[in-house]
């Protein structure tokens, strides 16, 4: 299974690829993840990543995200499959996407849509707290740690993300508008865009998620 995941930042799509690639027993891929990383760790990429403002919500050019996610694809824990959490988030990145799938002989198995209203999102921000060692995600109301202020993993102290800052959300959520959502019309011409609600508690979403899954071919 090769599954996108679409939606505008903070409808949860970290949280259902994680219950996703649990129960399919594939691995994830996020574009967000893997720059933090790389700049923390001061990669080669990481140095690229740093000369464009991903904390302040722009994109990096298409050309350093496909060659990134095209050398990801390409370990051995992706053999059998996995989940696209932030690519493609342009057409040109699709494209690149479905040709290089096509040159190993694979193919996008759906593209999934979680879909919630903009307030509901920027509130989804206003309570986000993650783990600076493993990326843990946690919500003071709706998914709050066990232990006030602490992983539940780890037990390292959560933090804000620069990027959750409201300024930096609504430009994030602009750029989303503007670049990510002509992707939906672009996997809904081709049939494979399934459209999930994700206004509810995780394990409800996880179900409707469950069910569009079982759709796909």
């Known amino acids: 299974m090769i599954l996108v ?21 594939v691995s994830t891929i996020s574009t967000g993840a893997m720059f933090r990383d790389a700049i923390t760790r001061h990669t080669d990429l990481g140095r690229i990543i740093e000369r464009y403002r991903i904390e302040k ?34 057409i040109p990145q699709a494209g690149a996407l479905t040709t290089m799938l096509e040159e190993r002989g694979q193919h ?12 509901e999102i920027v509130g989804r921000f206003s309570g986000r707290l993650v783990c600076p060692v493993d990326g843990s995600s946690y919500h003071l ?8 202020g602490l992983c539940d993993l780890c037990h390292t102290q959560l933090v804000r993300r620069a990027d959750d800052d ?45 069910d569009a899954i079982g759709q796909m071919k």
């Open 57 to 90: 919500g722009e994109y990096v050019p298409d050309e350093v995200v496909i060659a990134a996610v095209k050398a990801r694809t390409a370990e051995p824990d992706c053999e059998t499959g996995f989940l696209l959490d932030g690519f493609p988030r342009t």
């Open 166 to 210: 409201p300024d930096i959300v609504q430009r994030r959520l602009e750029v989303y508008m503007e670049k990510t959502t002509p992707l939906i019309e672009y996997y809904r011409e081709r049939g494979l865009l399934y459209t999930v609600d994700a206004i509810a508690e995780p394990e409800t979403v996880f179900s409707r998620v469950m």
């Open 5 to 25: 995941l679409l939606g505008p930042p903070g409808v949860g799509k970290g949280t259902q690829a994680g219950r996703i690639a649990l129960h399919y027993e």
């Open 141 to 148: 109301l709706t998914q709050p740690p066990v232990q006030s």
């Open 108 to 119: 996008v198995s759906g593209a999934l849509e979680l879909k919630a209203p903009i307030p």
